[in-house]
């Protein structure tokens, strides 16, 4: 009964967490900011609504969400996405691991004189705290920093290093986790680290990824199946969940029948299950859109627990040790990345800002915190409480650092150095209030357009404030350099003169090299001379009977094309990122809603399959929604 109880007050409380994290959204903060803050208040200390033992007894909350969560790190393990930049990720990362462990840990253990749950204790015990906190402490937050990258629509060498490096400490976090419980917990039993303990952190390490392997298969067989989706995502929750009640009953059942315990580390199982999910299955699209669907409900209730259970006596005690825990961190981030970065060879402006971009932290620390909490009862919550401030000021002052570095090193909203422009040009030439609209409609897509006319009086009489309008004297190389580039991405010859529309389509594509080149001809009987010139022809009268035509046959596609349908639209873009060049398709981690329809090369249509690979100044078709085509073209080209 008070399970029940517990449950449906932590219910409503959770409720009202998601609405004030997403108010904390709103005006800059992070949203697990407003869950711990809502679970703080609902908590013991402020209203009481929840008691001290409330978190013991919903536990299975925990289990939940922290199966999710390592199901999480590791599905972000992409190793396809990763590849092009192994060595720098791999230094850094090491750099981070080597330094950030010692310093950490040193700091820890001097600081549990002045701690309040560690004043008092033995020697190897503190030592204990400190491999734990310094461990804990190194992870850092996948998810903040694609948000700050995509919120500043980063892209470069540095982006991608950082992310990789960010994904890539979450998973090695994990693992050196599961090694520092198996020593902490020799220690605080008085056991010593011997020979013994270490076979058997050997033996640990072994069944978790034996058992990982185990659940990747499990999870292969249930995304594989024909069951509907919502039955497939309550499955994946059971899963993790199954993952950290087995690894419980494990350590019991070899404490009460063996002369040794047996500890199998759930996060590390569940980590190495996404991880196989991901990397070599054919579910990993369906994988990552339930983690997607389900993820805002988890770390809502996850983070709300962690703020009910949060000792607020302790919190209000130890903050002047969080300050100093945090300053601590980013010195030995900052050793760590430095020395790694160069290592790894990279510049010097990488080498001084490389620490910019690993401060963040969230879910993976607050879950090992938890974790913590569960597995040293000695510990329990006011370790955990002390790790959890520390979290909230990286997760408050690490992306803004963040978007510092990207910043200073010019990679926010630059080119990459395969090309010389990403904004889309056009020239428009004819001035009336078709080309006006088409001009309008384009630059609503982000196009940066010119409508030109050889007749003064047709740029004198129709005079649109928000429309570049030009006059430019004759059809000729002279003139029409006024308006076009080498950088011109798209010409629209609507001249009320074919001559002069052909003469203009000539001269764009053979001196300026326009790819796009779409005309509106007069005489309908001219368009093969324009057709070998490799430009689109566009009858009004034709256009209108293939149209009907279409929505007859295929009403849908009329509709996106008119731009009637749900928000979705068709989207050209140019490759230019040069880490997918000769990525498969299917390797290609893009929004549910984008669909690849054609992909052009050297002039020849290629229908794509999963198998068809990317190459660099590809022109590929998509389709989806407007703000996932902006995602994926960021992260492709322009």
Known sequence: ????????????????????????????????????????????????????????????IDELALGIIAFVAG?????????????????????????GLVILGVAIYFLTEAIP?????????????AILGGVILLALSPASTIAVIKEVRAKGPFTSTILGVTV?????????????????????????????????????????IAFGYLVGKILDFILGTALDRRIKTGLVVLTGYLIFWLGLTIIELSHDFLPFEIH?????????????????????EQFEEILHDVGPLVYVAFFTLTGVAIKLDILLATWPIAVALFGIRIFSIFIG????????????????????????????????????????????????????????????FGPLLLKWALRRVEETNLPVPTSTDEIRDAAILGIEEQSLELA?????????VIVADTDRSHVERIQAADVIEQYIPAIDEKSLAEILSGNTDALVAMLPNDEDNYRACEIAFEKYGVQRIIVRPNDISLARKFTELGALIVDPASAMVNLLSQSTRAPQSTSILLQQDSGREIMQITINNTEY????????????????????????AIVPSGYTRIKLKDEVTLLGQPESLSEVTLKLGY
């Open 337 to 396: 990345s430095f020395v790694g970065s160069r290592m790894a060879g990279e510049n010097a402006l990488f080498q001084r800002n490389a620490w910019l971009g690993l401060i963040t932290q969230a879910g993976i620390a607050l879950g090992l915190a938890r974790e913590v909490a569960l597995e040293f009862p000695a510990l329990g919550d006011a370790f955990a409480t002390m790790v959890i401030s520390v979290v909230v000021l990286n997760e408050i």
């Open 1 to 60: 009964m008070e399970l029940i109880i517990f449950t449906a007050i932590f219910f409503f409380i959770a409720l009202a967490a998601k609405a004030i994290g997403s108010w904390f959204s709103r005006i800059g903060l992070p949203y697990i900011t407003g869950y711990l803050l809502t679970g703080i208040i609902a908590g013991p200390f402020v209203l009481g609504l929840l008691p001290s033992e409330a978190p013991t007894t919903l536990r299975y």
């Open 168 to 208: 890539t400490m979450d998973v090695v976090i994990i693992v050196a986790f599961a090694v520092a419980v198996a020593v902490a917990s020799a220690l605080l039993q008085g056991n010593g680290f011997n020979l013994v303990a270490i076979v058997l952190l050997f033996i640990d390490l072994a069944a978790a």
């Open 75 to 99: 599905s972000e393990l992409y190793l396809a996405e990763i590849r092009g930049r192994l060595r720098s990720i791999g230094w850094i990362a090491g750099g981070l691991l080597s330094f």
């Open 264 to 284: 199998i580390e759930p996060l590390l199982v569940a980590m190495i299950g996404g991880f196989m999910v991901t990397n070599f299955t054919n579910h990993r």
């Open 440 to 448: 309008r409609q384009l630059q609503a897509h982000n196009w940066q």
């Open 581 to 604: 060049d000769g990525f498969l398709v299917r390797d290609l981690r893009l929004p549910d809603d984008v669909l690849f329809l054609e992909v052009t090369r050297n002039g020849q």
């Open 117 to 129: 749950f560690t004043q008092g204790m033995d020697p190897t015990s503190r030592l204990a705290v």
